[in-house]
């Protein structure tokens, strides 16, 4: 298992730079859009190591044809130039009726499912490449329909997952969604998210995908318990922070995903 940390702004850079010194990262995911002005030699030489590309606001699902197919021709030439190690994405709604959503919504699995599945296939075909896609960190009851809808999904587009391992303990959390129903689509993936979570200020609380805060002891506990099923060779585990970025409280974190995962180490080091 290969450890990596997401870089979406320049002001990390420092803290990326110092985790690949350290060994503490073997990779670096970039939040793709926030690079596309820069040239390809650029990206492609930014980082002493392997990439990956995760896309944000490609909004492949409801974009405007024309407005996607711009896009895919940079991201094409960042992808024929720097062969990234995934290029992944999200399955989620960014309006509704029209209107701009503040936060992303989730999509309705059974009655969404044929425009979504269309939408990856052309999606695809723009990018010339496999797209991973992410699973949402669910706040009702309709994402227990969230697993089926990723393996139907990846069966029927040659798709896969990045599987998203707090989300799926955000979903748990929030609608009861069982963590073992993942399990078809864990075996299938090989590459991973995983952060920290935060509470909702409303009370009832949900709980919320924030990449703000120490990783959890139930998203740790959750990794130990499947641990032999994650670690796939070739595989990729993402550390993210987008916020709140205390050097001591990363650096533990990916030290206890390193000790979950003492392969990773043993390889970096040897």
Known sequence: MRLGFNFTLGETTPLVRRLL????????ELLI???????????ATAFPAPMGFHIMFS??????????????????????????????????????????LYHLAE?????????????????QQLLGCQVLLENY??????????????????????AGVL???????CAHRNCGLPLDAWLPVIDASRHFHVAGYNLSILQPHLVLDTHDQPLSDDTLAFIER?????????????????DAFVDRDIDADLKRLRTLFPLA???LHA
Do not use: K
């Open 137 to 158: 960190p669910s706040i009702l009851d309709g994402g227990r329909d969230a697993p089926r809808f990723f393996e139907r999904l990846c069966r029927d587009t040659g």
């Open 107 to 123: 999509i309705d699995y059974a009655a969404d499912y044929e425009q979504v599945r269309r939408r990856v296939d052309n999606w």
């Open 226 to 242: 499947y641990r032999t099923r994650f670690e796939h060779p070739g595989a990729t585990l993402t550390y993210e922070r987008d």
């Open 59 to 100: 909004r492949f699902i409801e974009a405007e044809e024309a407005a996607l197919a711009d896009m895919a021709r940079r991201l094409r030439q960042l992808i024929d130039r720097v062969r990234p190690l995934y290029v992944s994405d999200h399955v989620a709604r960014f309006s509704h009726q029209g209107r701009q």
């Open 265 to 267: 180490e043993a390889r």
């Open 163 to 169: 599987f998203d391992i707090s989300n799926a303990v």
């Open 21 to 28: 010194a350290e060994g503490r990262i073997d990779y670096v």
């Open 33 to 43: 859009d926030n690079f596309l002005t820069l040239e390809p030699d650029a990206i």
